[in-house]
């Protein structure tokens, strides 16, 4: 079975990346993922990567700094995280680039659109840091922004949760998962799917948004594949 999406954007949290050390970078987490996107791309999809930086820093939660300084370390820090996915695709025979939105041109590309998309239709996942490159923007804003600059068709946010509930799970046993729901729905009942900035720019742009659970990192090919799996947001 070959992938149901022409180009996806992953987006992945820090956190995940740290596996169950909480922070830092879990290498065999990484590779789990890597190994996935591999199989992804072999089905026919290509592949773009927005990565956070929560498993080293969060910015809004440095309440003494100035915020701009403190986001501008959480770039950073979202660099560190697609180095990593880089190095680790390449040695699973994948080429990769990281492309961050401030540059540095000793350790990635500058981000440039029409390079990326060159890039993606060459077979080539492209890993995008430095989230919008502005500070005050989360990184599943800078997930939107990019889904909708490169034409991607679908949004797949990985989590540590297995969809959108209408109350945390975590504190709620009742809690009621969502399989389906619309934009204006996520809007509206303010569903933590995504930042409202970031749900406002899918909706606008018509981006579906897919919420599952990377615990199983089988669910990437399950999502690419279009089983039902996870939270669909369209």
């Known amino acids: 079975m070959g992938s149901v999406y022409k180009r996806i954007l992953l987006k992945l949290s820090g956190e995940v990346l740290a596996g169950e050390k909480g922070t830092g970078i879990d290498f065999n987490k990484v590779n789990d993922v890597c190994k996935r996107v591999k199989i992804a791309t072999e ?22 700094m100035d915020r701009t300084r403190a986001d501008h370390m959480g770039m950073l820090a979202t660099t560190i995280n697609s180095l990593a996915l880089a190095d680790s695709l ?9 492309q961050t939105a401030i540059e540095m041109r000793a350790v990635a590309e500058p981000y440039i659109r029409n390079k990326a998309i060159r890039h993606l239709e060459k077979g080539r996942v492209v890993i995008f840091g430095c989230g919008t490159g502005n500070p005050f923007f989360s990184t599943d804003t800078a997930a939107a922004l990019r889904a909708a600059e490169i034409g991607a068709d679908v949004i797949f946010k ?5 969809g959108v509930y209408d109350s945390d799970p975590k504190t709620n046993p009742d809690a009621k998962k969502f399989d389906k729901l619309s934009h204006h729905d996520v809007l509206q009942k303010e569903l933590h799917v995504m930042d ?7 909706m606008d742009n018509n981006i579906k948004i897919l919420v599952f659970n990377l615990n199983n990192p089988d669910n990437i090919i399950s999502a690419v594949e279009g089983k039902t799996i996870g939270t669909l947001v369209e």
């Open 90 to 98: 390449e040695q699973l025979g994948v080429n990769a680039r990281v």
């Open 196 to 202: 409202a900035t970031a749900a406002s720019l899918c």
């Open 43 to 64: 089905l026919g999809a290509e592949v773009a990567i927005v990565v956070g930086g929560g498993n080293f820093w969060r910015g809004r939660s440095s309440q003494d």
């Open 158 to 162: 990985a989590t540590n949760v297995d």
